[in-house]
């Protein structure tokens, strides 16, 4: 059955990610269209943004259509427009991911993405300048099947914010599941990458500690809710 979507994360609180870790910031160069401008600002909200900063002159004339896409995240969240185009004085010392196609792109979903993280997209004909992109630490490309390669700016944000999101609860359940797992067994610190062979018969499972290639080929946010099943149901096992 149909229910609302404020009942729903009443419920489920998504909100709670940020408890751990800090909240993002995102930025957009050079924007043309207010329905865009509009766009970005509404879906910084939704991820739960601490501001939206559109690098360039702000479009006096045409704010109210800025606001009207925009909806009520207009008043939700720290939006604005700066030509100051140096990227340390606005995030800080957060790591600077630009969404973008270069010759050193990364494909986002076989990267790492960092958990303290400022997202930049490009302007919708030139992309992202380049005096901006040599800013950035890390360069990502969302890989589009269809015959238009394209994606609309803030479509291309929603991608890389949301799996930003999947990777930082991918990597909160691990950390959940690996906690107790040692408290369950004993065993100590330790490192936290490893993997659980799936023989829990004599409920004395091997640990494979992975190496740094297969850390990277094993992805953290690749674990399942079955998984953290198996961990608790483990957990409770050696305790009792």
Same mark, same amino acid.
């Given at each position: ?6 009942? #729903? ?13 800090? @909240? ?9 269209? !207010?329905?865009?401008?509009?766009? /970005? ?10 501001? /939206? ?9 045409? #704010?109210?259509?800025?606001? $009207? ?8 969240? @720290? ?7 140096? #990227?340390? $004085? ?56 269809? !015959? ?54 004599? /409920?004395? !499972? ?11 080929? /094993? ?9 953290? $099943? ?11």
């Amino acid at each position: 059955m149909y229910i609302k979507s404020n009942d #729903l994360f009443k419920e489920t609180h998504p909100e709670r990610i940020y408890d751990n870790i800090p @909240k993002p910031i995102v930025i957009a160069d050079h924007l043309l269209t !207010p329905d865009n401008m509009g766009s /970005m600002i509404r879906l910084a909200d939704n991820i739960g943004a601490s501001e /939206m900063c559109f690098l360039g002159i702000a479009p006096t004339h045409s #704010l109210s259509k800025v606001k $009207k896409a925009a909806a009520s995240s207009k008043d939700n969240i @720290k939006w604005y427009y700066t030509e100051d185009d140096d #990227l340390r $004085k606005i995030v800080g010392e957060k790591k600077i991911v630009a969404i973008e196609t270069s010759d050193d792109a990364e494909c986002i979903y076989d990267c790492e993405l960092p958990a303290d993280v400022a997202f930049v997209v490009g302007n919708e004909s030139r992309g992202i300048r380049e005096e901006i992109l040599e800013q950035c630490d890390k360069i990502v490309y969302i890989p589009v099947p269809g !015959p238009t390669r394209s994606l609309n700016v803030s479509h291309a944000a929603a991608v890389a914010l949301f799996e930003w999101q999947r990777q930082m609860l991918g990597a909160g359940l691990f950390r959940a599941g690996a906690g107790l797992f040692r408290a369950g067994a004993g065993i100590g610190s330790g490192i936290g990458s490893f993997l659980f062979t799936k023989n829990f018969k004599d /409920m004395k !499972p091997k640990i494979i500690y992975a190496s740094d290639e297969e850390k990277q080929s /094993m992805r953290i946010h690749d674990l399942t809710f079955d998984f953290a $099943k198996r961990i608790v149901s483990l957990y409770r096992d050696l305790r009792y």
